[in-house]
Nanobody, 118 residues
């Protein structure tokens, strides 16, 4: 079992920055990849970014490329999402997720709200 708990969301003006954190606890050995998704009101949950546990390769959705950075701290067993140059369209609930075995995103946090005002 893997437990995820996002934090760091809040209200920020357009052009501002936020850093989301996701401490990972539980059975994390053999983790394959970690990721961030988001869900805006009235929209489906969408992929934002992912990082591979084996070599720190990163992947981003086109709307956030060049503005968001996913990273991890092994010592703290924490995954981060640094979000810069935020736009009102980035407003959403952001979810941390884990895929321990290279299959599906099987574990999810409770989500943290990010609101960007214009």
């Amino acid at each position: 079992q893997v437990q995820l708990a996002e934090s760091g969301g809040g209200l920020v003006q357009a052009g501002g920055s936020l850093r989301l954190s996701c401490p990972v606890s539980g059975r994390t050995s053999g983790s394959y990849r970690m990721g961030w998704f988001r869900q805006a009101p009235g929209k489906e949950r969408e992929f934002v970014a992912a990082i591979m546990w084996s070599d720190d390769s990163t992947y981003y959705a086109d709307p956030v490329k060049g503005r968001f950075t996913i990273s991890r701290d092994n010592a703290k067993n924490t995954v981060y999402l640094q979000m810069n140059s935020l736009k009102p369209e980035d407003t959403a609930v952001y979810y941390c997720t884990a895929d321990p075995f290279g299959g599906t995103w099987g574990y999810w946090g409770q989500g943290t709200q990010v609101t960007v005002s214009s």
